[in-house]
């Protein structure tokens, strides 16, 4: 199943992968979620879920990778966003 693909009862909502410095694996996490959101609302929560993840294990110099455009230049952006992202 493709991330935010909606089946009849879940959607995958986020997939992390962690790599190290070598760019070799070491976790993997994947959330589920009902009922089946906006894509883009579903990007901007799985990078939450990635920074929650992140800060419960206690790791710090990470870096995130995503592929929603929309996502990146909200997160860059000096303008307020009162949207559901």
């Known amino acids: 199943m493709s991330p935010f693909q909606c089946s009849e009862t879940r ?3 986020e997939y992390a992968c962690m790599r190290d410095d070598q760019d070799r694996f070491v976790l993997a996490k994947t959330e589920w979620i009902a009922p089946c ?10 990078l939450l879920s990635a920074l929650q993840w992140v800060n419960n294990l206690h790791l710090h110099n990470m870096n995130f990778e ?9 997160l860059y952006s000096d303008t307020v966003n009162v949207s559901e992202l």
């Open 66 to 74: 995503m592929d929603s455009k929309r996502a990146v230049d909200c």
């Open 11 to 13: 959607l995958v909502l």
């Open 37 to 46: 959101i906006d894509v883009e609302l579903g990007e901007a929560l799985g």
